[in-house]
């Protein structure tokens, strides 16, 4: 009998595709840089946006006058120049005026012609990198909606600023309606801020109680008009809050903003990390 020897076939395994790597997340970033300008000053530091506050002392340069768009573009170049920090850093700006798209659609405290300037390529092309230009006012009040006094409120927040003029911000549950100029409202037949703005305070030489007056005709137009849940008061006479806010009889709590004159610096460096997302 003849035997035969014959060969096992073994199985073969087929390979498990190939699972396609999970995309990672960008880490959330830790650091901003923030430009705050004035009709005087030129402010920026790096800003904590964790926490809120500088990363790093704050420098400021003069306002150049006139202030042209080409004269305070290469300032705000020379204020971040001496921060270290990685090239990817997003940039904010503030600047006084209705921004709308990166372009200036007003100006206050500076040259007119600033009027119909695209901010933001202007300061993009003259840093070499990507910038968030905002409204002054819509930074500060970002900042303390944020981190500051309006931090968890929710509902309709309204952030003033008592100076010159009357600054507003105003969000909705932390969402940001920008550029609502409410200084500008007609109360009584005049501008808003020119009867109730604290340099009329001191122009006028009036007393806290005299120009609380002013300021609760202003505040009881407002919360008429929008129903706010809380109203938060800044400005640098927001320093002396305790000689006014108490004479106003309002239904809305209004209280002291917390940033004071760091809020536009800081607002600006979260408001362009979030515009990088």
Known sequence: MTETTGTTEQPTSTPSPQRAPRARRAAPRTTGLGVDIGGSGIKGAPVDLAGGRFAADRVRLETPQPATPA?????VAE???????PADTPVGI?????????IARSAANVDPSWIGTDAG?????TLGRAV?????????????VRFGAGKGVHGVVLVTTLGTGIGSALFVDGHLVPNT????????????EKKAADSARERHDLSWSQW????QRYYSHVEDLL????????????KKHEKFLPLLDLRTPIVPAQLRNDAGIIGAAALAANAAR
Do not use: C, M
């Not at 004269?71 to 300032?75: C, E, K």
């Not at 390529?121 to 092309?125: A, G, W």
């Not at 129903?227 to 927001?238: A, E, K, N, T």
């Open 212 to 215: 609380a007056k002013r300021l």
């Open 181 to 192: 100029e409410l200084g500008h409202l007609e109360i009584d037949g005049h501008d808003a």
């Open 71 to 75: 004269a305070v573009a290469p300032v």
């Open 79 to 85: 204020v971040l120049a001496g921060f270290d920090v």
């Open 94 to 102: 503030t600047f006084p005026a209705v921004i709308q798209h990166g």
């Open 121 to 125: 390529t202007l300061f993009s092309e």
């Open 132 to 144: 968030h230009v905002v409204n002054d006012a819509d930074a500060a009040g970002y900042a303390e």
């Open 227 to 238: 129903w706010p849940d809380l109203i938060v008061v800044g400005g640098g006479v927001s």
